[in-house]
C-alpha cells in the first residue's frame, strides 16, 4: 500500500475512533463504555504497528480537543495507543491461530487496559476501588463484542478484497 494511501486510511481510522470515542457512555469521570478501539485495532491490522499506534495516539488527541472528560495526553493514552499495536499482534498470529488469535489478543489488550487505567486512576487521585468491579463487568462484556466486529469485518473485508481482484 501507498503512503498517501496509508495516510487516508488512518485519518479515516482517527475520525472513526474519535467519533465513536466521543459519542460513548460516560459513566464516571474516568470510565466510559465504547467501542473507539475498532477503528484503531483495524488501523494496526492493515496499516502496521506504526500507523495502529500513531492512530491510536490522534484518536485520543482528538478527543482531548473535544471532551470535557479528556486528560492532556495522560496515563490513559497509552492504552488508546496500545490498542493499534495489538492489530499489528492479530494480523502476525491470525495465520497459525485463526480466530483464536482475535480472542487472546483482544482479551489480553483488554486485562491491561482494565488493569493501567485502574492504575492511572490510582495515579490522578481518582476511586480505584469503588469503579474496579464495573470495570471487569464492562471489560467482559466488551471484549467478546469486539472479537466479533473485529472477526466479521476483517473477514468481509478479505472477501471483497478478493471479489475486486477478480473484476
Known amino acids: 500500500m501507498k503512503d498517501v494511501q496509508k495516510i487516508t486510511f488512518a485519518a479515516l481510522f482517527v475520525a472513526l475512533g474519535s467519533f465513536l470515542k466521543i459519542y460513548s457512555i460516560q459513566v464516571t469521570d474516568s470510565m466510559r463504555i465504547s467501542l473507539f478501539a475498532v477503528p484503531i485495532i483495524l488501523a494496526g491490522f492493515y496499516l502496521g504497528p506504526a500507523y495502529g499506534l500513531l492512530t491510536g495516539f490522534a484518536v485520543d488527541t482528538v478527543y482531548f480537543m473535544i471532551s470535557p472528560h479528556a486528560s492532556f495526553w495522560s496515563l490513559y493514552t497509552i492504552t488508546t495507543v496500545i490498542w493499534g499495536f495489538s492489530g499489528w499482534l492479530i494480523k502476525l498470529l491470525r495465520k ?8 487472546a ?4 489488550t483488554s486485562v491491561f487496559e482494565t488493569g493501567f487505567n485502574s492504575f492511572a486512576n490510582y495515579v490522578y487521585g481518582l476511586d ?3 469503579t474496579l468491579f464495573f470495570r471487569i463487568i464492562v471489560m467482559l462484556f466488551r471484549s467478546p463484542i469486539v472479537v466479533f466486529i473485529m472477526h466479521f469485518l476483517v473477514t468481509k473485508l478479505q472477501i471483497l478484497h478478493l471479489e475486486t481482484m477478480k473484476t
Do not use: M
Not at 491461530?97 to 482475535?102: H, P, Q, S
Open 96 to 103: 497459525r491461530f485463526g480466530f483464536f488469535a482475535f480472542v
Open 128 to 130: 480505584v476501588w469503588g
Open 105 to 108: 489478543v483482544i482479551f489480553l
